[in-house]
């Protein structure tokens, strides 16, 4: 039973995790149809920004949570650069092209932010500082859930519900729903459409940042490369709760999240990829429209 | 212009601002240094100063072309040079025989290294082949061709360590697994849309690579398979050198059979169809072709040549491992079939001959080599999306025989 | 509509729901051997639907889709995929046309040939003395075919060069080269100017007569519809309201009620 409780709060966490990036997914798909390869790279940058800052201050000398706020801060100021940036240079120019070409551009792009990491950095893992401090009142559980974990979910939550509030009522949001319901008519009410997608792609790098800098503290160190897994396996999320819909995605996320947890804890951890895709296989075949996504027939 | 000037400045300065951190600051965690490398901001700005006029002028170009379009004055009357040195037999048939010359000749002018690394290369644009047909003819996207490479290579490696069986035993076997594989994949994802297509066959690839890696008693795990013989050829013993060579020849056959079947089948009832479903699935299926058997053949057909590069890539090497079997593989090989021209036979080949040697050759060049992947498949899409060469349509010319043959 | 022994196509009671909305609604259509029969109403009727429905895009909620093949068993067909429905014998068009863009013309016709012909992947490489034959009349009747629509000095260019009117006679052989007894044509007309209008009203006519082909036709030109139609169908809201001869279907309150307001249209 604990064992239980234990694999259930370290498949919530990464539910968690995948959920802040598969957002960005799913928003992003909602709006224009594509598979935004590269939000792993974002939400990658981001881990690593806020990793070069945390280090440079605690070098100068600032402490704990201050640290922790200002690296997160400037972590999602850069990861919403690197969203607006990618998309003006790599999709913007594609919006009228057919469709697999914006995915291979997605694909080049997250080539390329990979190893433009790699060259500038390094290529071997980083250790990422602490930046959760220890709370005393999770010491009863610290075996089942730690400090650590605890930040993440609320974290997530909060992010979550901030999206949700801003989407539901907020002037952006509606011209973000009207956009991903017709994005012809919602041009011809008025709403910009270029700025609805501008940031559609900053909010949903804010998410994966905020993600980044919470994995990178809780993992304690990272790469150039963990974007890549984390991307997929969000996007994974995204489908398996039925793309371009937002609370599908943290449905599918979470239930991606406890499913690797589980497959890790009782069966091998060498496994844990496997069973992550053969849930995305088995949905798309028996619900190609993901857990909460409608079905729509293709008007012909 | 000065405009142009202006604004590339201001681009320049927000590269500035976006690669600070990245490109300027380097924390050492451990010892607690930090490292402010100036310098490269001055590159990043220079850089994206002059990057960004380039870009604004190729954009500026990329419009006024497509506006032409629109207005209907037919840019094909202008072929480019290539088309038109494919297009003339006066042309393309001394260009072929100084080809062929100069391919027959290769192995016997360069030492032993050289002729290996153009066999990796021709192994690549056997692979570039085998994925123009799926990707490029039937427009599936496919992220994890290389785990019929792997099957490929493995079921060499396999076949041969536990029952010893040979290359030439294993080959067309290995072609057969890939094709096995590339249809039970393939089954299951019939129905998926292409991006969806995209990330599933992504996750077949990283199985594939996990339990290879995984099942220990039948693929050895991470240590991989060693002591793989090279092609033998009728018993004969030979020496590294002349292996190497006999590789090196084999490899320009089965390229040239490549080209000879995948022509063959371009202008096909089959390559029709493949390239129908490309272009509208739903008329495609509407016109009554069958999408499953049409997109499972593209699927099988594929992957065939990937399990075929693949028994030769374990007989190059002698020794294969996961490592050989990563998502950088299947990316390269996507990135081949987009630079050549999706579809286009020519162009891919040059584009995996380019994207092998370049970094092979220019050592300097193979730090940068994914940054550039990465840069060239961006900028492939959006300026030149259909490719280095693009393919080009063939012409029926069958009225006027068929009439004549009605006559008779 | 009593049944004749030379009924093509006979719907019963079609009805499609797309969640809440029924796009089609009960509605029960028959073709004979030599007819053309149009389909009417005011847009969004579900016209195109229930011809999606007829062809095998979609499967219907309900009802029954039986077609009576000349010289061949009777079979109903709701549910076959499309590709099923048209190697039994009916080819459709598309409103929204559907060309393959980046084939050539002559080519987007001998797709059409493809499930009249049957050369395989093996058969493709060896190219023998089958496969051969095969793509010869391939090419053949997809020249006869242009000609027909009078597109064959367009045969190589890319069908996506093709002006509006000749990408919607590119549809009709495309079609035709599916070898049907039933052709199924979405608002052939649209977007054409009155002389193509004109031309059209007698290729259609033409493919009926010498082809031997009957037609469904779903037209909002009812100049066209009048001139050419045996029968008629009209459909508002999903219902059938009517369904006669051009004449009664011209002076029927039901119908002009339906077109009130449309009148530019119709
Ligand atoms: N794939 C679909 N999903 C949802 N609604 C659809 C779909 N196709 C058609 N409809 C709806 O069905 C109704 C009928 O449409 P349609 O058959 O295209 O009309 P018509 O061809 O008569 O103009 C319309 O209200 C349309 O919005
Ligand atoms: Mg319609």
């Known amino acids: 039973m604990e064992y239980f409780l234990e694999l259930s709060s370290s498949g919530l966490v990464r539910g968690s995790i995948y959920a802040l990036i598969a957002l960005g997914y799913t928003m992003v798909y909602g709006i224009i149809q594509l598979i935004n390869f590269a939000h792993g790279e974002i939400y990658m940058i981001g881990a690593f920004v806020a990793l070069i800052v945390s280090g440079v201050l605690t070098i100068y000398g600032f402490s704990g949570v201050s640290i922790l706020i200002l690296a ?77 974990e605890l930040v993440i979910l609320v974290t997530s939550a909060i992010s979550m519900v901030g999206l949700t509030v801003l989407i539901k009522y907020t002037r952006i949001g509606k011209a973000m729903r009207a956009t991903q319901q017709d994005m012809v008519m919602a041009r011809l009410v008025g709403v910009n459409v270029d700025n609805v997608i501008s940031v559609t792609f900053i909010i949903g790098s804010v998410l994966a940042a905020i993600g980044g800098v919470l994995v990178g503290s809780y993992i304690g160190q990272i790469n150039f490369y963990i974007g890549f897994m984390a991307g997929v396996k969000a996007f994974t999320a995204a489908v398996l709760g039925g793309i371009g819909n937002v609370p599908g995605a943290v449905l599918g996320a979470l239930v991606l999240g406890l499913t690797e947890a589980y497959a890790a804890g009782y069966i091998s951890s060498a496994y844990e990829d496997v069973f992550a895709f053969g849930v995305l296989v088995l949905i798309l075949i028996l619900r190609p429209s993901g857990l909460l996504g409608k079905a729509v027939k293709q008007k012909v | 212009m000065v405009d142009n000037i202006k604004r590339s400045l201001l681009v320049a300065l927000w590269f500035v601002f976006l690669t600070f951190p990245l490109m300027v600051v380097k924390v050492n965690t451990l010892k607690s240094i930090v490292e402010w490398r100036w310098m490269n901001m001055l590159w990043v700005a220079i850089g994206a100063f002059a990057l960004s006029l380039v870009w604004r002028w190729a954009m500026a170009r990329r419009q006024l072309k497509s506006k032409k379009a629109e207005q209907g004055e037919d840019e094909s009357v202008k072929a480019g040079f290539a088309t038109r040195l494919m297009e003339d037999p006066k042309l393309y048939k001394p260009a072929l025989i100084v080809i062929a010359l100069a391919t027959i000749v290769f192995p016997l002018v360069v030492d032993i290294y050289q002729t290996n690394i153009m066999v990796l290369a021709l192994i690549f644009v056997v692979l570039g082949l085998g994925l123009n047909v799926t990707v490029g003819l039937a427009g599936l996207l496919d992220l994890g061709y290389v785990a019929f490479f792997a099957v490929g290579a493995y079921t060499y490696g396999v076949l041969n360590s536990f029952y010893g069986l040979g290359f030439w035993t294993c080959l067309p076997i290995g072609g057969l697994m890939g094709a096995l594989f590339g249809i039970a994949l393939g089954f299951p994802i019939l129905r998926l849309r292409g991006d969806y297509l995209a990330i599933v066959t992504l996750g077949f690839g990283s199985i594939a690579k996990i339990v290879i890696e995984n099942w220990e008693e039948v693929f050895n795990g991470a240590k991989g398979i060693a002591g793989i013989p090279r092609p033998g050829f009728f018993g004969a013993e030979m020496n590294i050198t002349s292996a190497t060579t006999y590789t090196y020849y084999l490899m320009i056959l089965m390229v040239v059979f490549a080209i ?71 990316a390269l090989v996507l990135s081949i079939v987009v630079m050549g021209g999706m579809g286009s036979i020519i162009g891919v080949i040059i584009a995996a001959l380019v994207l092998i040697l370049m970094p092979e050759y220019l050592r300097a060049f193979s730090e940068y080599r994914m940054l550039m992947f990465g840069a060239v498949m961006v900028l492939m899409m959006i300026f030149r999306p259909e490719g280095l060469i693009a393919n080009v349509r063939r012409k029926y010319t069958g009225r006027k025989v068929t009439t004549e043959d009605a006559n008779a | 509509m009593p049944e004749t022994n030379n009924t093509l196509l006979e719907v019963k009671n079609l009805t499609m729901d797309f969640g809440g909305l029924r796009a089609v609604d009960a509605v029960s259509l028959s073709v004979s051997a030599g007819e053309i029969v149009a389909l009417i109403g005011p847009n969004g009727a579900g016209k195109t639907t229930f011809f999606n429905c007829v062809t095998g895009i979609y499967k219907p909620t309900k009802g029954d889709v ?179 001869a051009p004449m009664d279907i011209r002076n029927n309150p039901k119908v002009i009620e339906a077109y009130l307001g449309e009148e530019t249209d119709a």
């Open chain 1, 72 to 148: 997160a801060l400037i972590a999602a100021i850069y990861a919403a650069a690197y969203g607006y940036t990618l998309e003006k240079i790599a999709y913007r120019p594609l919006r009228n092209a057919p469709r697999l070409s914006p995915l291979i551009s997605a694909i080049g792009m997250s080539l390329f932010l990979q190893n433009y990491v790699l060259l500038a950095q390094t290529p071997d893992f980083l250790r990422f500082p602490a930046l959760i401090p220890d709370f005393e009142f999770m010491e009863p559980i610290a075996h089942i859930m730690g400090s650590a």
């Open chain 3, 66 to 244: 039986l077609v009576h093949p000349p010289e061949k068993k009777s079979q109903k067909i709701n549910g076959f995929k499309s590709n099923r429905v048209t190697t039994i014998g009916m080819a459709r068009t598309f409103q929204n046309i559907r060309l393959f863009q980046n084939m050539t013309v002559l080519e987007n016709v001998m797709i059409g040939r493809h499930c009249r012909t049957t050369t395989n992947i093996v058969g493709a490489i060896l190219r023998g003395k089958k496969t051969k034959r095969q793509e010869r009349e391939t090419v053949e009747r997809s020249y006869e075919l242009l000609e027909k629509v009078g597109l064959v000095d367009d045969a190589d260019e890319f069908a996506k060069n093709l002006p509006y009117g000749a990408q919607r006679r590119l549809e009709i052989a495309r079609a035709m080269a599916t070898d049907p007894f039933l052709l199924l044509l979405d608002e052939p007309a649209a977007g054409m100017n009155p002389q193509e209008t004109k031309d059209l009203d007698e290729l259609i006519v033409r493919i009926r007569d010498t082809e031997k082909i009957a037609i469904l036709l779903i037209e909002h030109d009812m100049k066209l519809v009048m001139n050419i139609s045996d029968r008629i169908y009209v459909m508002e809201y999903g219902k059938e309201i009517a369904q006669g």
């Open chain 2, 260 to 330: 000879f079947i995948t022509n063959r089948l371009k202008d096909s009832r089959i390559g029709r169809a493949w390239m129908a479903l490309r272009e509208d699935e739903i008329a495609c299926v509407a016109m009554g072709v069958d999408m499953a058997k049409t997109k499972l053949g593209a699927y099988a057909f594929g992957a065939f040549w990937a399990g075929l590069a693949g028994v030769i890539f374990a007989a190059r090497n002698t020794y294969i491992n996961p490592n050989s079997f990563t998502f950088m593989e299947s």
